[in-house]
């Protein structure tokens, strides 16, 4: 089963660049080594720190936060649970069988659905802990009445499904990034300064742009026919789209896109120093000053792109009404507390996924050991 975290919706486009400055408190990847040189290693990440004691938070605002995540995000209620536990017990029962041919079914399902609904229930328990920490008893309850009317739910329905358009426009944005990565060679060391900055900027602000459209969520790639079906959309309402640059706006898109890219410098330096060791500081300034410039440059484009998507899925009522809400005091204090729990919330999903594989990953490993498989 796929883990859950309760503002990975937020990845939806008016959402995404507001999140990708969580990225931020991670490190970067190791950065590929020029031939016959070895990796460089991946930077370490700084200790995180003490998390507050769950027993001294509010039962009211985590009740009322639970009831919010599950409005929010509809697939942790407990109903919809249900149903993906009972979608993926076939396959639970299959690889049980295989590590015991005597299975008592009956039984085994019985218990693996309370295990797997008990996973669950603690799952969305610490999330709450986590949200009731960001927000008073009156913003979930107001939370909770705009969750439950209309707009609302249009807003939790439609996320789903913008994330997907989202992963398929990501999806170019990283077929870009290699194809300008092949066509990029090597920097030559009679190269000027302002041409080694600017042939040393390309991959790294593809990757950017990549980054950019999915905000902060690692995404599975979605199928090659459903890129290429969504690879020219059909035309948006002019007017729609104004709408969804209001949208934007309101949830302060562009001044977390500006503050990213600050943010950002100084680990593209490191990785840039990472690439060539001795790499001049004039070197290195030009090409921060490229990289930023192109990326500033690059910023209308994506919010179009992100205002076109918006438009796509809601109507101009909808719209009005989001931006409405995003404007209002509530809404912008879920804009200013979404990253802050974020970074809390993602790695609480990720410990229960890792937890709630683990078990099935071991008997699988057994079960084909067992038939004799070398693994």
Known sequence: ????????????????????????????????????????????????????????????????????????????????????????????????KQDN?????????????????????????????VVSRHFTLAELKGLIGFFRNSLGARLAAETPKIQRELMILNRQARMAAIAARAKATRVQSDEDDEAQAAQMMKPIAAAFAAAMLLGTAVQAAPPPQAVASAAKPPPADPAKIALGVQLLEATHAKANALAYIDLMMPSLANSLKARKADVSPAVLGKFQQSVKAQMI???????????????????????????????????????????????????????????????????????????????
């Open 1 to 96: 089963m796929k883990q859950r975290t309760f503002f990975a919706p937020l990845s939806a486009p008016f959402f995404a660049v507001a999140l990708a400055a969580a990225a931020l408190a991670a490190p970067l990847p190791a950065t590929p080594a020029p031939p016959g040189k070895p990796p460089q290693a991946m930077q370490s990440a700084p200790a995180r720190p003490a998390l507050p004691d769950p027993a001294k938070d509010d039962p009211a605002k985590v009740a009322a936060a639970k009831e919010f995540i599950q409005l929010y995000h509809p697939s942790m209620n407990a109903l919809n649970v249900t149903v993906q536990i009972q979608r993926f017990m076939p396959m639970f029962v299959a690889r049980a």
């Open 101 to 129: 041919p005597k299975l008592d079914v009956k039984k085994f399902t019985h218990e693996k659905r309370i295990e797997l609904m008990q996973k669950a229930a603690d799952n969305l328990d610490r999330q709450a802990h």
């Open 297 to 375: 440059a690059g910023l209308p484009h994506l919010l179009d792109l992100q205002a076109r998507v918006l438009a796509r899925h809601y109507s101009t009522d909808e719209l009005k009404g989001l931006a409405a809400f995003y404007k209002s005091k509530l809404g912008q204090r879920m804009v200013e507390e979404t990253p802050k729990v974020l970074k809390e919330t993602v790695p609480i999903g990720q410990a229960w996924g890792r937890e709630t594989s683990q078990d099935a990953i071991e008997k699988a490993l057994a079960a084909l050991r067992k038939q004799g498989v070398k693994i």
